[in-house]
């Protein structure tokens, strides 16, 4: 029994230890089958005379790098090349002044595929686990690589193909097992950009299967060897998801938000302004002032006047007033002629008025007796006035 213990022990610690790593690293600084250490290693022996450097920053702010130069070798090797069109218009002015980019990704994204001009196609079903999918068979098929072997290795496959591209300046360089196309080439100016759809091929589990490394070797003579700087790009591998071109407008924003005191204070300002302009939404309630009636100053005007008459015992000029303001009230409201105060004039205001006839007549009576008489007492001027406030108020 102790026997079997141990053997089974030292079997499963052996089987523990074969464990194949299967992290998609893709990093320099990884040994694992899937990092790119070997294959960053390598560059000191392809470009003997170029200066090796890393590079961490966004297209344009290049510490090793710059566009104005020429013969330099911006490397690309990540799962997902998520550039955004600002990203793609630096990285096309840089080839454009002489220099290469060479872009190794499964997926391309769109501002990438629509400003080169071409479309690419993953195989979706496996596009959430790539284990799914092995057994990666590439070839270069440019005449000058001089070299259609194919070139294999049982490890995931992970990757992608063009079904269109521009074809007045584009070059097929190789192809994957199916004969599709995965990699291509595209004249920038003075230099080129290099777009390759399978980035497992600069893994070291690829590299190091059988002759895998004639494939790097092949692919870098496409390369100038006289290159002044090579710079290997970790920009992109690390580059989040959500730094793609959906969200490009808002990138300032992404940076902000990943460092986490800045983050709190943003979100401390926004929750106070959003508790602000709730508050300031609330109507607000004032006190309504007491506003006194406006006064009829020609009202107070005509009593001081009639009582000015009145104590003066000025009947007759105050009849003839009174008089004067209702021929005038007659003419204004009634549109009636008030020159002649006969038969058919008192018709016309009863009919208009509805008051009775016979008030209406001793009213105008009354006004031509004042216009004849020498003098009018108290009492006929009170019921002249009694007789004008009835017809105002029935009228």
């Known amino acids: 029994m102790l026997v079997a213990a141990l053997i089974l022990l030292f079997s499963s610690k052996e089987k523990k230890e074969r464990t194949l790593d299967k992290r998609l690293s893709m990093s320099r600084t990884d040994k694992?089958?899937?990092?790119?250490?070997?294959?960053?290693?390598?560059?000191?022996?392809?470009?003997p005379e170029a200066r090796i450097s890393v590079n961490r920053k966004e297209p344009g702010?290049?510490?090793?790098?710059?566009?104005?130069?020429?013969?330099?070798?911006?490397?690309?090797?990540?799962?997902?090349?998520q550039a955004t069109e600002f990203d793609m218009n630096r990285l096309i002015t840089f080839a454009e002044n002489g220099n290469d980019v060479f872009i190794s990704a499964r997926?391309?994204?769109?501002?990438?595929?629509?400003?080169?001009?071409?479309?690419?196609?993953?195989?979706?079903?496996?596009?959430?686990?790539?284990?799914?999918?092995?057994?990666?068979n590439i070839r270069l098929v440019h005449g000058m690589l001089n070299d259609r072997r194919t070139f294999t290795y049982p490890g995931a496959r992970f990757d992608a193909f063009f079904y269109s591209s521009n074809g007045t300046y584009t070059e097929v360089m190789g192809t994957e097992g199916d004969g599709r196309t995965n990699f291509i080439?595209?004249?920038?100016?003075?230099?080129h950009i290099y777009l390759h759809l399978a980035p497992l091929a600069f893994s070291n589990y690829f590299l190091l299967n059988g002759d895998n490394m004639r494939y790097y070797e092949k692919l870098m003579s496409l390369f100038d060897p006289s290159m002044?700087?090579?710079?290997?790009?970790?920009?992109?591998?690390?580059?989040?998801?959500?730094?793609?071109?959906?969200?490009?407008?808002?990138?300032?924003?992404?940076?902000?938000?990943?460092?986490?005191?800045?983050?709190?204070?943003?979100?401390?300002a926004m929750l106070a302004l959003l508790i602000f302009t709730?508050?300031?939404?609330?109507?607000?309630?004032?006190?309504?002032?007491?506003?006194?009636p406006p006064r009829n100053d020609s009202l107070d005007f005509v009593k001081t006047i009639g009582r000015l008459y009145y104590d003066k015992g000025d009947h007759r000029n105050l009849c003839r007033k009174m008089g004067s303001y209702f021929l005038e009230h007659v003419r204004n409201r009634y549109k009636l002629p008030?020159?002649?105060?006969?038969?058919?004039?008192?018709?016309?205001?009863?009919?208009?008025?509805?008051?009775?006839?016979?008030?209406?007549?001793?009213?105008?009576?009354?006004?031509?007796?004042?216009?004849?008489?020498?003098?009018?007492?108290?009492?006929?001027?009170?019921?002249?006035?009694?007789?004008?406030?009835?017809?105002?108020?029935?009228?």
């Open 278 to 292: 709730l508050l300031e939404m609330r109507r607000k309630q004032r006190i309504i002032p007491h506003m006194a």
């Open 338 to 395: 008030t020159t002649n105060l006969d038969e058919s004039f008192m018709q016309l205001l009863q009919y208009k008025s509805g008051a009775p006839e016979q008030e209406i007549r001793g009213i105008v009576t009354f006004i031509k007796y004042v216009e004849d008489s020498p003098a009018v007492t108290a009492d006929e001027l009170a019921h002249f006035h009694a007789q004008l406030e009835s017809f105002y108020q029935k009228a």
């Open 32 to 47: 694992i089958p899937y990092g790119t250490w070997v294959a960053y290693e390598h560059l000191k022996d392809e470009f």
């Open 185 to 191: 080439r595209m004249q920038a100016g003075k230099g």
């Open 228 to 268: 002044k700087k090579v710079v290997w790009d970790e920009y992109f591998l690390n580059k989040k998801a959500e730094d793609n071109e959906d969200s490009g407008n808002q990138k300032w924003l992404s940076v902000l938000f990943k460092h986490p005191a800045l983050r709190a204070a943003l979100l401390t």
């Open 61 to 81: 702010l290049w510490d090793s790098i710059t566009s104005y130069e020429s013969k330099q070798l911006l490397f690309i090797v990540s799962p997902q090349f």
């Open 107 to 136: 997926h391309i994204s769109g501002s990438a595929e629509k400003l080169l001009d071409c479309n690419t196609n993953i195989y979706t079903e496996y596009s959430d686990n790539y284990e799914k999918r092995d057994t990666l």
